[in-house]
C-alpha cells in the first residue's frame, strides 16, 4: 500500500520539552491537589485550598523567572512541541501579570468563601484552571492551543460567574456570559477554520501554526486569499467578544454586575489581558506587514483599520456609557471596556511599527498597561466587595454617600484607586497610559499610520478627561454627602488587608518607579516568535 | 459531478448563518444552546472539508478539539441553565432581565 507523501512529510519528531511549560503545568497540578484536599479533608481543613493554591502560584511565579532568566542569557528554547508552544518575552510577562491576578483573587476570595459558605475548594480550583488557561493563551504558538486555552479559560469562569448558585443574578450573569461566551467562540473558531483553509498551497494543506500563516500570506503561496481576510474579521469579532471592545460589549456590564464581586474582580483583570495576549499573538506575528508581498499589505491594512475603529468605539462608549451609571459595579464594568480601548492603543502601535525593537516596546508597554489595569481594579474591587457586604446587594452609588470619614482607611484607598484609573501622575495608571500613548506616537510608526495614531492618542486623552467625571465623582459621594442612614465600616479581615496593602503598594511602586518593571517586560528584545 | 470544496463551504456557511441566527431570534436558552452548537458544526465541516481536500491532518485534528471542547461547554451550560430554572422556573431570557441591559 503506497503512503501518502504529504502524511509521511508530516511524521515529524515530537519535541516535547516538559520544561518550557513548567509554569503551567505547575497551576494544573496545583489545581488538580486543590480538588484532591476538597474531597478528602475535613470541613475545618477547607482553608487549606486557598493556601495550596497560592503555594502552586508562587511555585509557577518561580518557574516563571527562571525561564525569564534563561531567556535573556542566550541559552534559549524559542518554541517547543513542534511550534504549539512558543517562549518569548511577551510570552512570559503576560504569564507573571496573570500570576498576579491569580495571587490577589485567592486572597480576596478567602473572605468571601467562608462568610458566604460556599465550597472554597471548588472555587480555588477552577480557579487554578482558569489561570492555566490563560497562561495557554499567551503560551499558545498555534492557534488550537489558544482556542484550548481560551475554553479552558472560559469554561471555568462560566462557572465561577454563576457561583453562588441560589442567588438570581448571579445566574442570570452566568447565563449572558455563557451563551455570548459561546457564540463569540464559535466566531473565532469559524475565523480559524476559514484562515486554516486559506492558508492552503497547492503542495501543502492549510496551516494553524502562527508562524507558519505568517511565512505563508509573506511568500504569497495562498490559495485562497479571500477567505483569509474573512478569517481575520471573524477572529477580530470573536476576540473583540473577549476583550470587551464595543460594539462587542453589551455583555459585559451585564455579566459584571451579576457576577460575585471577587470573580468580576478576576474576569475584568485577568481574562481581558489573556484575550489580549492571544489577540497579539495571532495579530501582531500572525498577519505582520511584509513589505514584498501585496497580500499582506492588503490584509495588514485590513485589521490596522478595523482595529482603529473599535479602539475609538470602544474608548468613547466606554467612557460616556460609565457617566451615568448609578451602580458601582456597573461603573467599574463600563471602565474595563474603555481601559481595553486605551490598550488596544498600544496594540494597534505594535501592528504599525516595523522596527522590531520598537515593537517589541509596544508590546510590552500594553503588557504593562494589563498588570497597572490589574493591580488598581483588583483593589478597588476588593474594596467594593467589602462595602458591598454580605450576599454582595450594597453596591448602589447611594451605598457609598458619606463614608469618607466613617471608614477613613477604605475610603481613601479606593480613592486612590479611583485617582489612578483616572490616570492622575504619581500612580500606576498615569504611567500605564504615557507607556501607551508613547509608542502610539513613537518616530518609528509608518508614514502611513502617523496622523490615525495622533488621532487615536487624541481621543484617548479626550476620553481621559471625560473619565474624570465618575471617577471624581464617587470621590466626592464618598467624601462631600451626607448621609442620613445608620452605616458601620466594615471589619477589614487579614487576607483582604493583605490584598489591599499589596495593592496599593504596587499602584505607588508601578507609578513612581515603573522603570524597573517596564525594562523586565522590553528585556531580550529578540522577536523570537518571528525569528521562529 | 464530483463534489466541489466550495459545496462543503457554502453548506456551512449556510448552516452558521441559521446558527448566528437562532441565537439572536430564539428567546428560549436551550434552543440558543442547539444554535450555538449547529455553528460549532458548520465549523467542523469546514474543517474536515479543507483536511480532506487538501490532505492534511490538521483540520481533522482539530476537529476532535471542538468537539471536546462542545461537550465541555454543554455540561457546563446546562449546569447553568438547570440552576437558573430552579429559581426561576422560566427559561425565557426575556424573563432574564434582573440585570437591566
Redesign the interface.
Known amino acids: 500500500m503506497l503512503i501518502n507523501p504529504i502524511f509521511a512529510l508530516q511524521a515529524l519528531p515530537v519535541d516535547v520539552n516538559f520544561a518550557s511549560i513548567a509554569p503551567e503545568l505547575i497551576v494544573i497540578i496545583a489545581g488538580v491537589l486543590v480538588m484532591l484536599v476538597d474531597a478528602f479533608a475535613a470541613p475545618k481543613q477547607r482553608w487549606l485550598t486557598g493556601g495550596i493554591s497560592l503555594a502552586g502560584i508562587v511555585a509557577a511565579g518561580v518557574a516563571c523567572v527562571l525561564m525569564w532568566n534563561d531567556a535573556g542569557t542566550g541559552g534559549v528554547v524559542t518554541s517547543s512541541f513542534n511550534g504549539m508552544i512558543v517562549v518569548d518575552q511577551m510570552r512570559l510577562s503576560f504569564t507573571f501579570v496573570f500570576l498576579i491576578v491569580s495571587a490577589l483573587t485567592i486572597l480576596m476570595s478567602m473572605l468571601w468563601v467562608e462568610r458566604e459558605a460556599l465550597p472554597a475548594g471548588e472555587f480555588h480550583s477552577l480557579l487554578m484552571f482558569a489561570t492555566a488557561g490563560m497562561m495557554l493563551m499567551a503560551s499558545g504558538g498555534d492557534l488550537v492551543i489558544i482556542f484550548l486555552g481560551l475554553e479552558v479559560l472560559s469554561i471555568a469562569t462560566y462557572v465561577m460567574a454563576g457561583f453562588r448558585r441560589n442567588d438570581l443574578r448571579s445566574n442570570e450573569s452566568a447565563l449572558k456570559y455563557f451563551i455570548l461566551g459561546a457564540f463569540s467562540s464559535a466566531f473565532l473558531l469559524y475565523g480559524i477554520a476559514l484562515t486554516y483553509g486559506a492558508t492552503s498551497t497547492a503542495l501543502e494543506g492549510g496551516t494553524t501554526n502562527i508562524a507558519v500563516i505568517a511565512d505563508r500570506i509573506a511568500a504569497g503561496t495562498a490559495i485562497y486569499p479571500q477567505l483569509l481576510f474573512a478569517g481575520a474579521a471573524l477572529m477580530i469579532i470573536g476576540f473583540g467578544f473577549k476583550i470587551a471592545t464595543a460594539p462587542f460589549h453589551v455583555w459585559t456590564p451585564d455579566v459584571y454586575e451579576g457576577a460575585p464581586t471577587v470573580v468580576t474582580a478576576f474576569m475584568a483583570a485577568g481574562p481581558k489581558a489573556a484575550g489580549f495576549a492571544a489577540f497579539m499573538r495571532v495579530f501582531v506575528f500572525g498577519f505582520p506587514l511584509v513589505a514584498t508581498s501585496a497580500l499582506s499589505i492588503q490584509v495588514h491594512a485590513a485589521w490596522i483599520n478595523a482595529l482603529v475603529v473599535l479602539a475609538i468605539l470602544t474608548m468613547t462608549i466606554g467612557n460616556t456609557a460609565a457617566l451615568v451609571q448609578k451602580n458601582v459595579k456597573r461603573m467599574l464594568a463600563y471602565s474595563s471596556i474603555a481601559h481595553a480601548g486605551y490598550a488596544l492603543v498600544g496594540f494597534i502601535a505594535a501592528g504599525v511599527t516595523l522596527d522590531i525593537t520598537k515593537q517589541n516596546d509596544a508590546i510590552a508597554g500594553v503588557v504593562f498597561y494589563m498588570l497597572t489595569y490589574a493591580v488598581m481594579n483588583l483593589g478597588a474591587f476588593a474594596i467594593v466587595m467589602l462595602i458591598a457586604r454580605g450576599g454582595d446587594r450594597r453596591t448602589e452609588l447611594e451605598d457609598y454617600t458619606g463614608i469618607g470619614f466613617k471608614a477613613p482607611a477604605l475610603a481613601f484607598a479606593l480613592s486612590l484607586f479611583l485617582l489612578s484609573l483616572l490616570g492622575v501622575p504619581l500612580t500606576a495608571g498615569f504611567i500605564g497610559k504615557v507607556v501607551v500613548f508613547r509608542s502610539a506616537l513613537d518616530p518609528a510608526v509608518m508614514n502611513d499610520y502617523r496622523n490615525v495614531m495622533t488621532l487615536l492618542v487624541v481621543v484617548g486623552v479626550i476620553n481621559t478627561a471625560i473619565s474624570a467625571y465618575y471617577y471624581l465623582g464617587l470621590i466626592v459621594v464618598m467624601f462631600f454627602r451626607e448621609r442620613t442612614t445608620e452605616w458601620r465600616a466594615p471589619r477589614v479581615p487579614a487576607s483582604v488587608a493583605v490584598t489591599l496593602i499589596l495593592t496599593l503598594a504596587g499602584v505607588l511602586y508601578l507609578g513612581v518607579f515603573p522603570g524597573k518593571v517596564i525594562d523586565a517586560f522590553r528585556r531580550n528584545a529578540i522577536n523570537v516568535s518571528r525569528l521562529r | 459531478m464530483t463534489p466541489q470544496l466550495s459545496w462543503y463551504?457554502a453548506l456551512s456557511a449556510v448552516m452558521?448563518t441559521i446558527?448566528v441566527a437562532g441565537?439572536i431570534l430564539k428567546r428560549n436558552?436551550i434552543s440558543?444552546?442547539m444554535c450555538?452548537e449547529l455553528?460549532?458544526n458548520?465549523?467542523n465541516l469546514?474543517?474536515v472539508?479543507?483536511?480532506s481536500f487538501?490532505?492534511?491532518?490538521?483540520?481533522q485534528?482539530?476537529v476532535f478539539?471542538?468537539m471536546a471542547?462542545a461537550a465541555?461547554?454543554a455540561a457546563?451550560?446546562l449546569?447553568?441553565?438547570i440552576?437558573?430554572f430552579r429559581?426561576?422556573e422560566s427559561l425565557d431570557?426575556d424573563d432574564?432581565n434582573?440585570?437591566?441591559?
Open positions: 463551504l452558521f446558527g441565537v436558552a440558543m444552546f450555538i455553528m460549532l458548520s465549523v469546514t474543517f472539508a479543507f483536511s487538501f490532505n492534511n491532518l490538521n483540520g485534528l482539530f478539539i471542538v471542547v465541555a461547554e457546563v451550560g449546569g447553568i441553565i440552576a437558573l429559581n426561576r431570557v432574564a434582573l440585570l437591566k441591559l
